[in-house]
């Protein structure tokens, strides 16, 4: 069974630039989330959405935007780039949302976008 | 608050030797799931171990055993039998609600970078 695939895995921008990442979850699996990590902050998280619809959303400014595909694959954008936007961007996928099951499930990580503004 | 504190910013172990990794939560929610991560420097992270906190027994995944003290709200991680493979940050995380399975947002720590020395 394929992981979870993040795409592209290095990104270099400038400032004021925008920037589209791409996560493609196991299969079967219908919730992605977005996870953004810096050396300072730590693995912060961004969004999550499951059925095509944002269920959460993490304390992040409104430049920082997502969605999902009906066949669950994910996108986030980010506008205007910033400097202190340089990070690690790490997508997760779970099989579900909503029930006890889900809940105990743990999620599975891909191998990261590593984003560099300059 | 932080709601996860792992104290340990970097450790030393010789390999063949047991490591215990510190981490501590904070939450008021009594439907939460402890979940420990392994992040090499390729950037992906691999789950290690997950313990639920209505889970009686602490978990064990083959070299992997969590010390779940719910009192003292406390999840360390011990890994056994260190190996040259295990030099990695390591990372503690909780889902909170995981009853009902509503959110996959994980709050995680700061990370424990694990160096192994043959």
């Known amino acids: 069974k394929a992981g979870v695939t993040q795409t592209p895995r290095y990104l270099i921008k400038t400032r004021g630039q925008q920037v589209t990442l791409s996560c493609s979850p196991i299969?079967?699996?219908?919730?992605v989330s977005w996870y953004q990590q810096t050396p300072g902050q730590g693995l912060q998280f961004l969004f999550e959405?499951?059925?095509?619809?944002?269920?959460n959303k993490g304390n992040f400014p409104g430049r920082f935007s997502g969605r999902q595909f009906s066949n669950s694959r994910s996108e986030m954008n980010v506008s205007t780039l910033e400097l202190g936007d340089s990070a690690l961007y790490l997508c997760a996928s779970s099989p579900g949302w909503g029930t006890a099951s889900s809940g105990n499930s743990p999620l599975h990580f891909g191998n990261g976008t590593r984003l560099t503004v300059t | 608050a932080q709601k996860i504190t792992q104290t340990q910013p970097g450790m030393f172990v010789q390999e063949k030797e047991a490591v215990t990794l510190d981490c501590t939560y904070d939450t008021s929610d009594p439907s939460y799931g402890l979940f420990w991560y392994k992040q090499p420097s390729s950037g992906e992270m691999i789950f290690l171990i997950y313990q639920g906190s209505y889970d009686q027994q602490n978990a064990t995944e083959g070299r992997y055993s969590l010390n779940f003290q719910k009192a003292r709200k406390s999840a360390n991680l011990v890994i056994s039998a260190s190996q040259l493979g295990d030099s990695a940050m390591y990372f503690c995380a909780m889902r909170e609600g995981v009853r009902w399975g509503f959110g996959n947002v994980l709050h995680c720590g700061s990370g424990t970078q694990v160096i192994v020395l043959p």
């Open positions: 299969s079967g699996h219908r919730s």
């Open positions: 959405y499951f059925s095509e619809t944002q269920r």
